[in-house]
């Protein structure tokens, strides 16, 4: 079969560096930074049309869509491994044979890989809407402890997506769109005493940490602009107090004075590598 050479953008051969794997991950292996090409890829992929018909194809497949983890950030803690769905929507004069969707972290395909998320399946499943257009559908395995071995791995990664069409042309784009990996993130909240007289003082505490791939633990995740929000009894609505800065080990503390029942929490906006969080809110009966 016959693979054309052109691509959206061009891969040549992988250069790897040596990775110092922290001691946490040491006894799950390295992980595997072996990202294919599109000709490594689709090379076993015989499409059907392409054995059938010696004609001299010139457009390439178009991509209309790719979705990965149903367009959400894909947020990991600590331990647990997480399967997302991946899916490509792509159209030729042909119909479409395979898809392949990958995650890779780095600057440049070539020369500058540190992270890689790769597909489960040996082949997509291509679901056909019309004789030219078809959904193919995929799913990736990420697991903190292999992959996401350095804290420096959260934020934006690399979205590759290519496909082939049954008569055996290819698109491929390593390019093709960006997608957030996220250390997962918990915040806890404390309103005191409880219950407290009207007008008296109430000192509210919490705690803002976020996973450490390293250490695969939680640690606190200082200096971030963290909301103190209040819901008065009856209603269901939230309304902001105040903003604090977290401290040392994520440390939370403000006061305020009593007035009403109802509840308290802390509201974490999120940043680029760690998620929003919400506190769930705490009770306070003012006598």
Not at 26 to 45: C, H, I, Y
Not at 151 to 168: F, K, Q
Request: with cysteine.
């Amino acid at each position: 079969m016959r693979i054309r050479s052109t691509v959206a953008v061009a891969t040549g051969v992988l250069a790897l560096a040596a990775l110092a794997v922290p001691a946490a991950q040491a006894d799950q292996g390295a992980p595997s930074l072996d990202k294919p090409t599109a000709t490594e890829r689709f090379s076993g992929a015989e499409a059907p049309s392409a054995r059938q018909s010696a004609r001299a194809a010139t457009a390439l497949p178009t991509i209309s869509k790719v979705t990965v983890n149903s367009g959400k950030d894909i947020v990991l803690g600590t331990t647990n491994a997480k399967t997302i769905n991946v899916s490509v929507t792509a159209s030729h004069a042909s119909g479409i044979y395979d898809a392949y969707v990958d995650l890779w972290h780095g600057t440049n395909v070539e020369t500058d890989i540190d992270g890689l998320l790769m597909m489960n399946e040996e082949a997509a499943t291509c679901t056909a809407s019309s004789a030219t257009t078809s959904t193919c559908k995929m799913t990736i395995t990420v697991d903190p402890q292999v992959d996401l071995y350095a804290n420096s791995l959260a934020g934006s990664w690399n979205v590759t997506a290519g496909v082939i069409s049954n008569d055996g042309e290819v698109y491929w784009n390593d390019y093709h769109a960006k997608h957030r990996v996220q250390r997962y993130s918990k915040l806890t909240v404390n309103a005191s005493p409880e219950p407290v007289v009207k007008g008296k003082t109430i000192t509210v505490t919490g705690n803002l940490t976020r996973a450490n791939w390293e250490t695969s633990k939680y640690h606190g995740y200082t200096n971030q602009s963290v909301k103190l929000q209040f819901r008065k009894k009856g209603t269901d609505t939230y309304s902001t107090v105040k903003t604090v800065t977290s401290g040392s080990y994520g440390a939370l503390k403000t006061t305020v004075t009593a007035s009403v029942d109802g509840y308290w929490r802390w509201n974490f906006a999120g940043t680029s590598t760690t998620p929003a969080v919400k506190a769930t809110g705490d009770y306070v009966d003012v006598q």
